[in-house]
């Protein structure tokens, strides 16, 4: 059976001699596996559409395992994104979180709005990228049913880190602009975040580890 499929590609690897993998990060059907024949040869016109970050419509066709892809558009390519190594690095973070919590198989609907939203908002630099990251990683967390909160970490964090965190499950990431946090209330919320993510993840995102020297 084909399908139009719109989802975000989280992750490729090559596959045999001409073929690629991909992982989409759709609405409807959460995380899937997708087998992209032949489009490593230097003729096909698809081959630049499979690239990690890339917002698509997708033609699939569902096999047992996985889906086969026919053809596809692209909705957003995020170019600027490619432009900074800063940019990228956070976009990259963005997606292989969703990578690490996202189930195949399982639509997860307000996951995948925050994913795109958060794209969308890093690639026009509407939003301070750390204060857009804290908010990503505060609803990621609580999406995936990890508390975000005081009683839940095993160190102390001010009451105004404790309500900023509260604002950020609750507000839409393109509102969250207004805030205007001290650089001691941001390392507060990433410390917290932090240690939920060590402690809840199975992986741990390698994009990470870079971001800590950015």
């Known amino acids: 059976m084909q399908e139009n499929i719109k989802g975000v ?18 609405e409807q059907y959460g995380k899937i596996s997708v087998i992209c024949k032949g489009v490593r040869s230097p003729k096909n016109k698809y081959q630049s559409l499979i690239r990690p970050l890339l917002f698509g419509d997708f033609q699939l066709y ?3 395992t996985m889906y ?18 800063e940019l990228l690095t956070y976009g990259s973070y963005y ?14 609907p307000d996951l995948y709005e925050t994913l795109v939203s958060a794209l969308y908002l890093l690639e026009s630099e509407a939003i301070e990228m750390s204060l857009l990251t804290l908010a990503y990683e505060v ?20 009451e105004r880190a404790v309500n900023i965190i509260e604002f950020l499950k609750k507000t839409p990431l393109p509102k ?20 939920l993510m060590n402690e809840s993840f199975q992986r741990k995102p390698k994009s990470l580890k870079f971001l800590e020297y950015m």
Do not use: C, H
């Open 176 to 195: 969250i602009q207004v805030l205007k946090l001290d650089e001691t209330t941001i390392k507060e919320v990433k410390t917290a975040t932090s240690y």
């Open 62 to 64: 569902r096999g047992k």
């Open 139 to 158: 609803k990621i967390l609580s999406l995936t049913g990890i508390y975000v909160g005081r009683e839940a970490i095993p160190f102390k964090i001010s």
């Open 95 to 108: 997606v292989e979180l969703i990578d690490i919590v996202a189930f195949d198989g399982d639509a997860q």
């Open 68 to 85: 086969s892809f026919n053809e596809g558009m692209v909705i957003s390519s995020f170019s600027k994104l490619s432009t900074s190594l």
């Open 9 to 26: 590609i989280l992750k490729t690897m090559d596959y045999k001699e001409k073929d690629k993998l991909m992982w989409v990060f759709t």
